[in-house]
């Protein structure tokens, strides 16, 4: 069904060009142009996608975004199945996050997100590779974050069906001054402001 419709799309714009007596070869420089246009916001929409959690966390070192977490230095212990996890208050909601420095972005369920007020953007989703496969997310802000004393505001999150467990990513880490594994603790260090 979405190759026909994929179809369609193709021979209209073709059918009124062909309508108007355009010469084949000036069609083809046309369609090729537009094919080319195409494919680059695609390469750029991809990079920009796959490469989000390296460029916020930039553009936080540099001062350019709204987003700001701070508070004090946090140790969390590690777990009995070798996970970090600590109790965080979004939107004044607890949860019990994995703390993932695996995954590149902060995640929840729906139903946390519903529960939070997050309200959700419905536009085109994001493809997230999981160890269970290629899932569709959507995109989302947390406006309020606690993770004990630190404090995070504006943080985006992606919202999905297939999450086991609600987990801060790499973006949420490289809004921090600094974190690293001492031993068995994660030591979240915050900016001080």
């Known amino acids: 069904m979405s190759a026909l419709w994929y179809l369609l799309v193709l021979i209209l714009p073709l059918s009124a060009l062909f309508a108007r007596r355009i010469p084949i070869g000036q069609v ?23 490469n989000r959690a390296y460029v916020d966390g930039f553009l936080a ?37 994995l703390i993932d420095t695996g995954a590149t972005q902060t995640s929840i369920t729906r139903e946390t997100a519903r529960e939070a007020g997050i309200v959700v ?10 160890a269970n496969g290629v899932v569709i997310d959507q995109r989302a802000t947390i406006a309020k974050l606690d993770l004990a004393t630190i404090h995070a505001r504006d943080l985006p999150v992606l919202v999905g069906d297939n999450l086991g467990d609600d987990l801060l990513g790499i973006d949420f880490l490289n809004h921090l001054k600094g974190w690293r594994a001492e031993g068995n603790r994660l030591v979240l260090e915050p900016h001080t402001r």
Do not use: C, K, Y
Request: hydrophobic share 50%; glycine share 12%; charged share 15%.
């Open 28 to 50: 083809a420089r046309m369609a090729l142009m537009w094919v080319g246009i195409f494919a680059a916001g695609l390469i750029l929409a991809t990079l920009w996608t796959r």
């Open 61 to 97: 070192d540099a001062g350019l975004t709204a987003n700001v977490v701070t508070g004090t230095t946090v140790s969390i212990p590690r777990g009995p199945d070798g996970h970090f996890r600590a109790d965080v208050s979004i939107n004044g909601v607890t949860r019990r996050m």
């Open 121 to 130: 953007s419905q536009g085109i989703g994001v493809a997230v590779e999981t």
